[in-house]
């Protein structure tokens, strides 16, 4: 079994502050995605991560997979209220036909006016 | 319109009972999961359905039963609750199963066991 660990798992901060989460594995992941989930709903998709070394930006948001392929991280830059939520980072390897996404635990993020 | 439909959003119910989820999807994809989400929120994979054939199948005692009926529905049916059984259910769905696939996932059903 994969295990992606989380860090931290619980962060609060204030508005216009920046932040990074972390994501971390002793495993090797052909890719990685990062979610977003808010109270009451179902998480939706941020980002996908394929190559190691790659930063892709989402408005105030970057997200970097390690070079090695085994971590990755999400930066928010001035981060707002609308941004509160559960981040999860969650990772595919190759088994077969069948790439099976594994999540990490999450970090619950709340961003405070 | 909805993309991923679960049903129903709440349950409440006893230890013993037998109690079931639905899930639709209208997106056109062909692979369904179920996922569960505990009290730590932990999002664990449980079954995977691609056009109807069972592909992801993980360590899940057999009283939880998934049944594909077309690609576009999975239920999920639960014999003999347990407390432990106590969780969010989320019903996802992929068009692109490989390694960059995106999951569309649905709002959750919220199962209570007492």
């Known amino acids: 079994t994969q295990l992606l660990e989380q860090s931290p798992q619980f962060l609060s901060i204030q508005e216009g502050e920046n932040l990074t989460v972390y994501c971390n594995s002793s495993s090797v992941f052909s890719s990685l995605q990062w979610y977003r989930q808010e109270p009451g709903e179902g998480p939706v998709l941020l980002v996908t991560v394929v190559t190691g070394g790659e930063v892709k930006k989402l408005k105030r948001l970057t997200f970097q997979f390690g070079d090695a392929r085994k971590d990755s991280s999400l930066h928010i830059t001035a981060a707002q209220p609308g941004d509160t939520g559960l981040y999860l980072c969650a990772g595919r390897n190759s088994g077969g036909s069948n790439y099976k996404l594994t999540f990490g635990k999450g970090t619950l993020l709340t961003v405070n006016p | 319109d909805t993309a991923v439909s679960q049903t129903p959003k709440y349950l409440v119910t006893q230890m013993g009972n037998d109690k079931s989820i639905k899930c639709e999807q209208n997106l056109g994809h062909d692979t369904m999961y179920w996922y569960k989400q505990d009290s730590k929120k932990f999002l664990k994979i449980m079954f995977s359905?691609?056009?109807?054939?069972?592909?992801i199948n993980e360590t899940v005692p057999n009283r939880f039963s998934p049944k594909s009926p077309d690609k576009a529905h999975l239920n999920l049916h639960i014999n003999s609750l347990e407390l432990g059984d106590s969780a969010v259910y989320f019903c996802?769905?992929?068009?692109?199963?490989?390694?960059?696939?995106?999951?569309?996932f649905g709002e959750g059903s919220r199962l209570t066991v007492l």
């Open positions: 996802a769905s992929t068009r692109d199963r490989g390694h960059t696939g995106e999951l569309f």
């Open positions: 359905y691609n056009n109807k054939e069972l592909i």
